[in-house]
């Protein structure tokens, strides 16, 4: 079973500042790894799939990247409104489906 | 863009079966996607149930896979899902969902279900 670990748990951070959030996987999920943002109350939002490509009207301050087992979800330029719950998830092939990681919170510092 | 809407019962008692159904509306559920259900205990993180291709071909997760089943209703665009023998860790919010390249793309607002007596 692969396993997604997220960090920091929790990320206090300025409007303006970079967001670097980090989500490292125990074995290769080749670049099936998505994000997703979640406000309180609300649904999650897909913000990248395919660890770099960006969803369908989310700001280009949004980005993804990885190295190897190592994944990353930078926000450029925090906008008061990006202080929300992120979560990455990958998906396998063998059984099929979907994991995800146990969350990283952004909160203004 | 596809909106999903879940509906069922908000209270289910431990030992029984939770029924939900998912409304697709502004696309087709023989769209050629798959489509998913995820839950979020309260305060948790997320878990994915399953999901159901346009044909009818299931995954289900390994965790919930001998109590879980998800069918389609072509002639109503929904899906549906059913979880047996509940327990109060079943308690949770319960979404649908659109499935897109090895990612969950669109979310309905989600339904709590809790369990208990």
């Known amino acids: 079973e692969i396993v997604l670990t997220q960090s920091p748990g929790t990320l206090s951070l300025s409007p303006g500042d970079r967001a670097t959030l980090s989500c490292r996987a125990s074995?290769?999920?080749?670049?099936?790894l998505a994000w997703y943002q979640q406000k309180p109350g609300q649904a999650p939002r897909l913000l990248i799939y395919?660890?770099?490509s960006r969803a369908t009207g989310i700001p280009d301050r949004f980005s993804g990247s990885e190295s190897g087992t190592d994944f990353t979800l930078t926000v450029s330029r925090l906008e008061p409104e990006d202080f929300a719950m992120y979560y990455c998830?990958?998906?396998?092939?063998?059984?099929?489906?979907?994991?995800f990681g146990q969350g990283t919170k952004l909160e203004i510092k | 863009q596809v909106q999903l809407q879940e509906s069922g019962p908000g209270l289910v008692k431990p030992s029984g079966t939770l029924s939900l159904t998912c409304a697709v509306s502004?696309?087709?559920?023989?769209?050629?996607?798959?489509w998913s259900w995820v839950r979020q205990p309260p305060e948790k993180g997320l878990e994915w149930i399953g999901e159901?291709?346009?044909?009818?071909?299931?995954n289900y997760n390994p965790s919930l896979k001998s109590r879980v089943t998800i069918l389609l209703d072509k002639s109503k665009n929904q899906l549906s899902l059913n979880l047996t023998s509940v327990t109060a860790a079943d308690t949770a919010i319960y979404y649908c969902?659109?499935?897109?390249?090895?990612?969950?793309?669109?979310w309905g607002q989600g339904t709590l279900v809790a369990v208990s007596s």
């Open positions: 969902a659109n499935n897109g390249y090895y990612s969950i793309h669109h």
């Open positions: 159901i291709s346009h044909g009818g071909s299931t």
């Open positions: 502004s696309g087709s559920i023989n769209s050629g996607t798959w």
């Open positions: 998830q990958q998906y396998r092939s063998s059984p099929p489906g979907y994991t």
């Open positions: 074995q290769s999920v080749s670049s099936y």
């Open positions: 395919g660890a770099s």
